[in-house]
């Protein structure tokens, strides 16, 4: 079976054919602001722009007539794009006489991570721009542990790094200079019960501008972030019992937080599980990966079911694999 997967919930439009065993083709065009954060309407703009050329790169490599659904991400995600990206799998379901499925872009990640580091029944972290969450699945659901009460870890790097005068996307930036950091500056460690919150811990670090190096207030950031995320995901592990730890989303690739996140594992007996850079962050191939499951166990998106839903929760979906 081969499903192909459109994704294009924010910053990256990316299309991927896969069938059970690899990723056959994977094509992404990300769209990167000219200057401050991710402008919903421009970016779907982006999209709409680069769709047409992405899919003949797609069906330059794999022969349409080979496809046997299409699968795109459904939400959660900015409205502008998703609209963009469902009327696309829309178009092209009705051109390929194939099936529609909608995706949950959470789950996607949660089971692209399964997909390629076989992780049974993680705990997983799922840390992206929009996005910070906890999950792991009891019974026929997935559920939320713990998450963000205001914004997601990803946007909250992002903002710290624009304040520096850094380019979207800030990550790798933030990463780069925290490597030479030295001094430990305290910052609001924000956790309520399993949930936690990063907007004060912006506005703090920013207040320090001027008065400290730039490398030590974003190893101060990292620190104190990645501490909040590594305490209640070691929660989640010892309140389910579960001895597997999955990382995934775009903040994921951060070697600092993988190595907290590795340390609390070896403490409990547990493994850390991080699928290859190019799967954590937004990409096609786990939106056609999940269609490909879904698929198989009976999952079709009727068109009149197929509008976008901006706030999708993952515990939405009923899991029957
Ligand atoms: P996603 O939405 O899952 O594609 O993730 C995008 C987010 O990942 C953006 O906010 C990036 O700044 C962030 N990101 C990318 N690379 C890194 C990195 N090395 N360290 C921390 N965050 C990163
Ligand atoms: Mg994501």
Redesign the pocket.
Known sequence: MNVLGIEGT???LSISVVNENEVIVAVSDPYTPKEGGIHPREASQHHAEKMPSLLKAIFDRFPKENIDAVAFSQGPGLGPCLRVVGTAARLLSLKLKKPLIGVNHCLAHVEVGRWKTNAKNPVTLYV???NSQIIARRGNRYRVFGETLDIGI??A??KLARYFGLSH????K??KLAEDGQKYYPLPYVVKGMDFSFSGMVTAAQRLKGKARLEDIAFSFQETAFAMLTEVTERALAYLGYDEVLLV???G??KRLQVMLRVMCEDRGAKLYTPPAELM??NGAMIAYTGLLMLKHGYITPLEESFVKPNFRIEEVEIRW
Do not use: K, L, T, Y
Request: charged letters at 15%; zero cysteines.
């Open positions: 924010a910053w990256n992206s721009g929009g990803g946007n790097i992002d996307p800030g990550g790798p933030i990463e989303g775009g903040v690739v951060n962050g937004d």
